[in-house]
């Protein structure tokens, strides 16, 4: 998986600490693709909607700026639950793994949202994966949509 070895690289993780952005990684694409648990993208717009963070996320999606979202906003979302499972798969405390998640989402999601809309039928896994590429220039310092 060399585009997960570079998007870890380019998190500065490595050792245990690389593995588990790995798979965290790996989270947010199962997340984010049309058979993922939950709806995939659809299904995570629907979830902030319904916790009134639609703006958040529609930030994401759009070519401006994206807005911030806490960890307590993510936890909120994503619900303890499904925090719980990534945390615990991932050998880390629920509040580091909302910490994290709370830095990369807004990035993988502005990312397979290149045109500002989320595409009509979906994310694809691989699109996701490719998406990832464009997140190495934005934790590598490189240029991207959000400033």
Same mark, same amino acid.
Do not use: K
């Given at each position: 998986? !060399?585009? #997960?070895? $570079?998007?870890?690289?380019?998190?500065?993780?490595?050792?245990?600490?690389?593995?588990?952005?790995?798979? +965290?990684?790996?989270?947010?694409?199962?997340?984010?693709?049309?058979?993922?648990?939950?709806?995939? *993208?659809?299904?995570?717009?629907?979830?902030?909607?319904?916790?009134? *963070?639609?703006?958040?996320?529609?930030?994401?999606?759009?070519? /401006?700026?994206? +807005?911030?979202?806490?960890?307590?906003?993510?936890?909120?979302? #994503? /619900?303890?639950?499904?925090?719980?499972?990534?945390?615990? $798969?991932?050998? +880390?405390?629920?509040?580091? @793994?909302?910490?994290?998640?709370?830095? +990369? #989402?807004? *990035?993988?999601?502005?990312?397979?949202?290149?045109?500002?809309?989320?595409?009509?039928?979906? @994310?694809?896994?691989?699109?996701?994966?490719?998406? *990832? $590429? !464009?997140?190495?220039?934005? #934790?590598? %310092? /490189?240029? %991207?949509? $959000?400033?």
């Amino acid at each position: 998986m !060399g585009l #997960l070895d $570079s998007v870890v690289g380019a998190m500065g993780g490595n050792g245990a600490g690389g593995a588990s952005t790995a798979a +965290l990684v790996q989270q947010i694409t199962q997340m984010l693709a049309n058979n993922a648990q939950g709806g995939g *993208l659809g299904g995570l717009i629907q979830s902030f909607e319904r916790m009134g *963070l639609g703006n958040v996320i529609s930030s994401w999606i759009s070519t /401006g700026q994206n +807005l911030p979202i806490s960890p307590e906003q993510l936890q909120q979302v #994503l /619900g303890q639950g499904r925090i719980g499972q990534i945390a615990q $798969s991932l050998g +880390l405390q629920p509040d580091q @793994v909302a910490a994290q998640l709370s830095q +990369l #989402l807004p *990035l993988a999601v502005d990312q397979v949202t290149p045109s500002g809309q989320v595409p009509a039928q979906g @994310v694809e896994h691989s699109d996701v994966m490719d998406a *990832l $590429s !464009g997140m190495l220039g934005q #934790l590598g %310092g /490189g240029p %991207g949509r $959000s400033a």
